[in-house]
């Protein structure tokens, strides 16, 4: 089973990438450049496997690039919201 194949999978492994990054000494502003190339490369090369993904890729497809940085940044502050509950 993939991480892409299950929302709640998805989101952990998007907080742990994050949670590496950081220990790694990356500036927040990079990790929001980092989630925005995913998110490109997700919107680009990946089919959406739940009705969540396809609401983002569709959001994704519509949105222009100020709007993709606001997602990306969204869905950071989203898994790291869920990380400290």
Same mark, same amino acid.
């Given at each position: 089973?993939?991480?892409?194949?299950?929302?709640?999978?998805?989101?952990?492994?998007?907080?742990?990438?994050?949670?590496?990054?950081?220990?790694?000494?990356?500036?927040?502003?990079?990790?929001?450049? %980092? *989630?925005? +190339?995913?998110?490109?490369?997700?919107?680009? #090369?990946?089919?959406? !496997?739940?009705? $969540?993904?396809?609401?983002?890729?569709?959001?994704?497809? %519509? *949105?222009? +690039?100020?709007?993709?940085?606001?997602?990306? #940044?969204?869905?950071? !502050?989203?898994? $790291?919201?869920?990380?400290?509950?």
């Amino acid at each position: 089973m993939s991480v892409l194949d299950n929302w709640d999978q998805w989101k952990q492994f998007l907080n742990g990438r994050l949670d590496q990054a950081k220990h790694d000494g990356m500036q927040g502003n990079v990790v929001s450049d %980092v *989630a925005y +190339e995913v998110g490109e490369y997700l919107a680009n #090369n990946v089919d959406p !496997k739940n009705e $969540q993904e396809r609401v983002l890729a569709d959001l994704w497809k %519509v *949105a222009d +690039e100020d709007e993709q940085h606001a997602i990306a #940044n969204m869905m950071v !502050k989203m898994v $790291q919201s869920d990380s400290s509950r």
